[in-house]
């Protein structure tokens, strides 16, 4: 009697149930004490009615099995506890123990039951003898069905041990009635049986439909902690039903706080206790979570304090109430920010890009008191493809940041700063009083940013040129401020390096001319509109015509003639500077072969024409087309072409003179004048710019200025040429020097139709050309010189 029907020894699920039903022999005591206090309550009326002293003893009888089953009751309560903590071998040996005592227990309690209705039927007889002994009997065989569910062999054994005496009673009788009821305790015996049986299945089943559920609820438990997301389950109050630890972690709410049953805003309450909620934003953080709590698969995005972003998401639960995800997505909020900041700033500087930079000009200029003023400076660094070539882009790089921190230390407080791309920066500043000193602020800008930026290991000195735009905040129109800054920055750059000139509203009409200009000079090039006229040169001492230079002219038919001094740098500009100057090298040496043989023509080149190296082949081209010596060419060269790439300057300069062309630097004594020049390029005459001789008889230039350099240049075996000569009495000081060989100026002619050259030249011939032309051609050094 002492096993289950299914061995305890089975699945982990078996010995449960097995556990469980060795549980429930001890779980009721009550309805145990009350079956006693029943049967001993019928043994004292049997003994009383019989008036038999032997039957006294039934009572006690019942009142001791009673006793000892409440014994072992007790003591299974006391040690169950501690057997919770037992591992699973001792409890089931434990269990098996108790499972022992248990049946010896009820088998005796179950065998008194017996006896006493075996005593009354046959000592004692009497009618209500037979009835209460019988109906205790039947009135035990249910406890054996609640009881003993467990086992059915149990049960059986107890059902038989119980109905044992009254149906031996009932044989010791004998007669038929007695033997028929006997044969009907049979079915009985199987009637509980099939009732033990269907009780055990359905506890079993309940017990495994309970460890089930402990299995999934642990399981979901485990997931639940476990999970990367914060999650809230709310039931149809919106209060709180289960959390995990991610979302309390999120939320910082600490664990000693039970959040189940409270509401969202219960909880909030902590994170605001904590200060995760911006203040300003506590009652939109909770008006957007309980939004989300009523509608389905809706998101939201909240920054807390701490700098977490959380990703908010709801869903609604089929049977009513909503869960809440909280995800973290710091990361992916930074790298969008990091986006965002990309598009909004330049990345080599960390300067606001030109957008981000015009909107908040926009709103400086919208916040500002209207009648205040504003600047708008545009502006970027001189010569920066130089320095940029001369030290690398890296160091490049390194000089706009040295600039942009510059700007920032300096002005970061009182203006917006960008850099608009390359090497061009633009500033707004604003809230600036009416009586506003733009003179000293320009300076100051200027001189803070015109030093040497220390760059690694050297030293870069640059210079800047700004153009400003000025006004009232409330006229502030951000386009159009950025042209006018543009223009006057145009202008700044055509007046000179290191300046800032201010926005005029002829700028305006200049920009829009050069714009109309441009589109008209590249066709006008194109199509060879432009012309060439020739302006004398002649022998100081003399006065006879021994060369002249070759002047582009332009005339258009709607402007009328455009100086060279407007459209040259505008071709320059363009990059047809080199078309153009092909194109007066093929038309000044066509013409200069008609005229007779002691006339030169000089052609003037461009910067931009060394810039590449097909400039001697054109030279060469044109000189073979028109059977024109080299040495009745002379190409004229300015300073600044020299500067921009002094080494590849005098490599194709040399080769050029090789073939018997005459080198001139032309406009001497303007711009950089960096005397070295004269020692290293390989010139043969140099043209001393008109303006030393401009006002040199009234005395406003000084004659010093202009012996001065004719000694040097004399000095140096170069021979001279003075332009501008435009009176008799600068002639004579000219001449006075006696060192100047050739004059040009207006006293001569201003430049005239190649024709008019050529009758000039047959009018006065030439008798001493000899002392102008060259030895030999192509030998350097000695080549004929304009
Ligand atoms: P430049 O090479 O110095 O040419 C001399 C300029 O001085 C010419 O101006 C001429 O007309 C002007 N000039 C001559 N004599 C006098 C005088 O006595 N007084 C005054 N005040 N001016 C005098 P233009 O023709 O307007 O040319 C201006 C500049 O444009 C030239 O200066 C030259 O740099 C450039 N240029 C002209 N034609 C060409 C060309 O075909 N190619 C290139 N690259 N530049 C050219
Ligand atoms: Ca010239
Ligand atoms: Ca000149």
Redesign the pocket.
Known sequence: MTRLDRSPHGDEAEIDIYLNFVDSLFADRRSMLMGVTLQIGIALCVYIESGMTSMGVWPGIFLLTAAYRYFHIVCYGRQSAAAASMDRETRLAWAKDWERRYILSSGLAGLAVGMFAWFSLEFVGTEFAIIASLSTVFAALPTIVGRLYGSVRLAALMTVSVLIWPALSLLMAGNLASMIAVLLFLPYVGLVMSMVRRVRSTVVSAVRGRLEKTEIAERFNLALTNMSHGVIMFDRHQRVVVINRRARLILQIPHHVNAEGRSFSVLMRYARRFNLVPSDHAGSFQDVVSSLLVTDGRKAEIRLTNGVHVEFSGTQRPEGGSVLILEDVTERARAQERIKAMARFDSLTELPNRTHFGEEAVRRADEADPESRCLLIAFDVDDFKRVNDSIGHAQGDALLRAIARRLRRDYGDCAAISRLGGDEFMMFVDRLPADFEIDAFADGLRDCLRRSFRIGPEKVFVTQSFGITYGKAGDFDLKRAMVEADLALYHSKAMGKGVWSLFERDMNDRYLRRQLLKGELAKAIELGTLS?RY?PIVEAATGRIVGC?????WHHPEHGNV???EY?PLAEEMGI?TK??ES?IRTATRECARWPDHVTVS????SIDFQRDGIGQIIQNALETAGLPANRLIV?I?ETAVISNEADMIDRLTRIRRTGVGIAL??FGTGYSSLSYLHRLPLDRV?I??SFV?GIETGDTPLALLHGITDLCHGLGLKITV????TASQLAIVRGSGKIDKV????FG??LPATAIAEMATRMPAENAAADAPAAVAQPGTAATG
């Open positions: 060439v302006q230079e070759a002047l582009s002219r100086s060279p001094a040259i500077i153009l100057t007066v052609v003037n080149l461009s004229e300015t032309d406009d043209k710019d008109r401009a332009e501008g000569v435009e040009q100026g207006y006293l201003p430049a």
